[in-house]
T-cell receptor, first 111, second 112 residues
Framework: RKEVEQDPGPFNVPEGATVAFNCTYS??????FFWYRQDCRKEPKLLMS???SGNEDGRFTAQLNRASQYISLLIRDSKLSDSATYLC????????????FGGGTRLMVKP | DVKVTQSSRYLVKRTGEKVFLECVQD?????MFWYRQDPGLGLRLIYF???????EKGDIPEGYSVSREKKERFSLILESASTNQTSMYLC???????????FGQGTRLTVV
């Protein structure tokens, strides 16, 4: 089983839709969680960190469910410009704190 | 703003060559990482370093080595390049183990 797993998609949604992605992780000692956005042929860029209490940034909401070991990203009122690959990243919780990424979920927002 | 700079955007090397990929960060970050990204396989960690001269193997270290002689610089070395090492290589750095990582622009390496 991979340490961090995501549905690769693609998720094809119309503009204005609400879409949610999940990311499961296997290491219960993981302590830090992040969502990144990656555009085609570009480097990943931090979208938001995921806190225990959840956090919201405009149309984006991230949640952490420690009991079930997953994080989620909700995008409301999707825009064409939201089309990208969304990667989750999980700190492995061990000494040295490696950051492990999921394979990414591709989102395509259509007019 | 954090800046992570990789020495080349595109590189073409021959099979058997020794290849050096350089990465420099300007924010005094403790951790530095080398990943490779391939279609369908996502980002896979090759090596990471949490301090000068310290390194840890990631998921796919075979065929690679690294060097961190100075805090700001982390080098990835392909001892003898092979065609299956054709990939996008991404360097990243983070302040601590609990903070987000910032990425360089990536090096697209082709081994022919």
């Amino acid at each position: 089983r991979k340490e961090v797993e995501q549905d690769p998609g693609p998720f094809n949604v119309p503009e204005g839709a609400t879409v949610a992605f999940n990311c499961t992780y296997s290491n219960s000692a993981s302590q830090s969680f992040f969502w990144y956005r990656q555009d085609c042929r570009k480097e990943p860029k931090l979208l938001m960190s995921v806190y225990s209490s959840g956090n919201e940034d405009g149309r984006f909401t991230a949640q952490l469910n420690r009991a079930s070991q997953y994080i989620s990203l909700l995008i409301r009122d999707s825009k064409l410009s939201d089309s990208a690959t969304y990667l989750c990243a999980v700190n492995n919780g061990n000494a040295g704190n490696m950051l492990t990424f999921g394979g990414g979920t591709r989102l395509m927002v259509k007019p | 703003d954090v800046k992570v700079t990789q020495s080349s955007r595109y590189l073409v090397k021959r099979t058997g060559e020794k290849v050096f990929l350089e990465c420099v960060q300007d924010m005094d970050h403790e951790n530095m990482f080398w990943y490779r990204q391939d279609p369908g396989l996502g980002l896979r960690l090759i090596y990471f370093s949490y301090d000068v001269k310290m390194k840890e193997k990631g998921d796919i270290p075979e065929g690679y080595s690294v060097s961190r002689e100075k805090k700001e610089r982390f080098s990835l070395i392909l001892e003898s390049a092979s065609t299956n090492q054709t990939s996008m290589y991404l360097c990243a750095s983070s302040l601590t183990g609990h903070t987000e990582a910032f990425f360089g622009q990536g090096t697209r390496l082709t081994v022919v």
